[in-house]
C-alpha cells in the first residue's frame, strides 16, 4: 500500500542554524501538506502547496518557513533560522486530486532544537 | 473560525467493550468533511475514519462507527469489541468544503485494559 515517507525520523540542531524536512508524498497525488505537532498539544496546520505553489498558509508559517517541490517525488519544509520554540513533530500530508480527499500523513519527523 | 473540541482529554476501555469518544465542532458552512485520526505511540497519524457532511448515513470503517449529528455539529467515535491495540491518541478533524486544511482538536487519550 502507497504511503508518505519523511526523513530524517529525528533532527537536532542548534538555534538559528536551518533545517530541511523532506517528504515523498504518495505517487500521484496532486496536494501536499506541512502540519506541526508541539508535545502535548493538537496537530497545527502550516501549509498547502499544489501546483508548485503555495495554496494556503496559516499565520505559523512566516517568512521562515519555505516550501518547495525541487523534483517529481519530494516536497520540503526549510525552516531558514531555527528558534527553540520550532521543537516539534512535523508531518508531511498528502492527498489525491482534490483539497477535499482525504489527506494521508507520513511518519513524522521530531525537529529537536537547542 | 471553524473550531473543534473534544471534551475528553483521557478516556478508558475494558478490552473487548465498547467505546465512545465525543467531538464537537463550530462552523457556518454547510458543506465540510469530517475525520477521526488516531496517533499511536509511534506518533504516525493514522485515518480512522470519514464523514462527509452531505451524507446522512454514518460512516463505519469494521469496529469503528461514528454517530454525526450535523444539527448538533457532534461527531463521535465508536470503537465496538475494543483491542489493546485500540490504545492511542485520537484526533478529531474537520475539513471546510472550500479549503484544504485539516483542523484538529486537542486528542483523547484513550487507554485499552486487559
Known amino acids: 500500500e502507497p504511503e508518505v515517507t519523511q526523513t530524517p525520523s529525528h533532527q537536532v540542531t542548534q538555534m538559528g542554524q536551518e533545517v530541511i524536512l523532506r517528504c515523498v508524498p504518495i505517487s500521484n497525488h496532486l496536494y501536499f501538506y506541512w502540519y506541526r505537532q508541539i508535545l502535548g498539544q493538537k496537530v497545527e496546520f502550516l501549509v498547502s502547496?499544489?501546483?508548485?505553489?503555495?495554496?494556503?498558509k496559516s499565520e505559523i508559517f512566516d517568512d521562515q518557513f519555505s516550501v518547495e517541490r525541487p523534483d517529481g517525488s519530494n516536497f520540503t519544509l526549510k525552516i531558514r533560522s531555527t528558534k527553540l520554540e520550532d521543537s516539534a513533530m512535523y508531518f508531511c500530508?498528502?492527498?489525491?486530486?482534490?483539497?477535499?480527499?482525504?489527506?494521508?500523513f507520513g511518519p513524522g519527523t521530531r525537529l529537536t532544537v537547542l | 473560525a471553524q473550531t473543534v473540541t473534544q471534551s475528553q482529554p483521557e478516556m478508558s476501555v475494558q478490552e473487548a467493550e465498547t467505546v465512545t469518544l465525543s467531538c464537537t465542532y463550530d462552523?457556518?458552512?454547510?458543506?465540510?468533511?469530517l475525520f477521526w485520526y488516531k496517533q499511536p505511540p509511534s506518533r504516525q497519524m493514522i485515518l480512522v475514519i470519514r464523514?462527509?457532511?452531505?451524507?446522512?448515513q454514518n460512516a463505519t470503517e469494521n469496529r469503528f462507527s461514528v454517530n454525526f449529528q450535523k444539527a448538533a455539529k457532534s461527531f463521535s467515535l465508536k470503537i465496538s469489541d475494543s483491542q489493546l491495540g485500540d490504545a492511542a491518541m485520537y484526533f478529531c478533524a474537520y475539513m471546510g468544503g472550500s479549503q484544504g486544511n485539516l483542523i484538529f482538536g486537542k486528542g483523547t487519550k484513550l487507554s485499552v485494559k486487559p
Open positions: 464523514q462527509e457532511a452531505y451524507k446522512q
Open positions: 500530508a498528502s492527498s489525491d486530486r482534490s483539497p477535499r480527499d482525504t489527506q494521508y
Open positions: 502547496f499544489y501546483n508548485n505553489e503555495i495554496s494556503e
Open positions: 462552523t457556518s458552512e454547510s458543506d465540510y468533511y
